[in-house]
């Protein structure tokens, strides 16, 4: 560590890992010690560690070419460009074999935020198109978004998103992010709103009232923002569940009236399952769960996925080329790992199993007194301590005891653990945490 000080940052590392000696649902530190990991490389560890399927991968002639060609020469992954002659075959496997129902295309790039940035502003394109109608650029569009002035660049378009939510840390997801004030200290800014999330009291049944009436005063104040702000909401971007800041949930048919307004308001309407996504909740994508009437307007994704991106329908494509793009579009080499993870979530049945554990380290979790508001979907769970001093001690005392957890929004301990978590792992988590608290 004093040695990896000197070049880079360390003060948020928790420990070194090895990741050779790591095996399935645990990690093993530079010192032999091994941790059972239900952090999991913050939620983007989907199969486990030195999972067969992703060994085996490397053996294949396809999955060498693609990562020797990405070191080697350039212009052979520039996906926009020059995409190889099985990237096809890629998407196929990869992503649009689980696409959200109703989405025909999808834009792959390298990480989460990118993923929110491109489809923020494919938002924006798509409403000043539709502003534009059939006429062309003006010379005046043209020459003054050159210098960053309306109208070629119009400073009366926003994205909408909600207190506590983590979007990235790129400019426009950072903007629509409102985790911790640490992440956007000292940043600039785009003038765009946001609206409250509903803050839910647990257990839901004992609060069935309180909580009807915080979502329904989100939904309104969502719907006065875009009729009554100066700025036209370009669309309102949405976590399944609020991750980074503090694993907060709203009913289905919250989301399902969001939708709603947003179509009302012709606003697109992106959800951001860049944690939720790939199975931890116990559908492949974490919205299913809602039951919309139509699909959203696009899902971003990241993490878990290995590879990162978002879905979209074929309707909002941009018509120009290079409106959407960057130099490597993606890379082939996580798409054959995202593939590859498909095919061992649905060999392996492991949404059921996720379904099936998650049900049963809930009921146990909430027989746990020294734990408050406990709630989740599927393995994709969270409790609440008293203080975050309290939070913060049971996480280390945890780790010293051979567990590797993680905390997220004021005083939350959130649970990551891997799709092939079982039940006796999360017999492991109880009698550990039994014995840290």
């Known amino acids: 560590m004093q040695q990896l000080d000197k070049y880079q940052d360390t003060r948020s590392i928790f420990f070194v890992a090895d990741f050779a000696k790591s095996k399935g649902n645990y990690i093993t530190d530079v010192d032999g010690n091994t941790l059972l990991d239900v952090f ?64 025909d295309n999808v834009f792959t790039v390298m990480c989460g935020s990118c993923a929110n940035e491109n489809a923020f502003k494919t938002a924006f394109m798509y409403k000043a198109a539709k502003r534009r109608g059939e006429r062309d650029y003006t010379v005046q569009e043209l020459k003054s978004c ?28 950072l903007t629509a992010t409102a985790s911790k004030a640490i992440h956007k200290l000292d940043i600039p800014a785009f003038s765009w709103p946001k609206a409250m999330f509903p803050e839910l009291k647990y257990p839901l049944h004992e609060h069935e009232a309180h909580n009807r009436q915080v979502e329904q005063q989100s939904l309104k104040q969502v719907e006065e923002i875009i009729q009554n702000r100066g700025k036209s909401i370009a669309a309102v971007v949405v976590e399944p569940i609020q991750s980074e800041g503090g694993d907060n949930h709203a009913s289905p048919e919250y989301f399902r009236e ?43 994704f990241s993490k878990k996925f290995q590879a990162a991106g978002f879905f979209l329908s074929s309707r909002l494509r941009p018509a120009q080329p290079y409106r959407l793009y960057n130099t490597w579009m993606g890379d082939p080499v996580r798409a054959m790992q995202a593939a590859a993870i498909v095919n061992e979530i649905y060999d392996k049945n492991l949404l059921d199993n996720v379904k099936r554990v998650g049900a049963y380290l809930q009921d146990n979790l909430s027989q746990v007194n020294q734990i408050q508001s406990v709630r989740g ?38 649970l990551r653990p891997m799709l092939t978590f079982q039940k006796h792992h999360a017999d492991i988590l109880l009698e550990t945490m039994e014995k840290a608290l």
């Open 40 to 103: 999991a490389q913050i939620a983007s560890i989907p199969i486990g560690y030195n999972n067969p399927a992703f060994l085996n991968l490397a053996n294949e002639p396809a999955f060498q070419t693609a990562l020797a060609n990405r070191q080697v020469h350039f212009v052979a992954t520039a996906l926009g460009v020059n995409p190889n002659k099985d990237w096809v075959e890629s998407v196929e496997k990869a992503f649009m074999r689980v696409a959200p129902k109703g989405m």
């Open 146 to 173: 050159m210098s960053n002035q309306a109208p070629g660049s119009p400073d009366d378009m926003a994205i909408l998103s909600f207190s506590k939510a983590f979007h990235g840390r790129l400019f426009g997801s």
């Open 258 to 300: 969001l939708q709603a307004i947003c179509q009302r308001n012709d606003v697109l309407f992106i959800v951001d399952e860049v944690q939720t996504g790939v199975g931890a909740t116990g559908t492949f994508w974490a919205h299913e769960a809602w039951n919309l009437p139509s699909p959203p307007d696009m899902v971003t």
């Open 377 to 414: 979907q599927g393995t994709f769970i969270a409790f609440d301590l008293d203080t975050a001093e309290k939070r913060d001690k049971f996480l280390g005392d945890m780790r010293q005891l051979g567990i590797n957890m993680g905390g997220c929004g004021d005083k939350t301990v959130r």
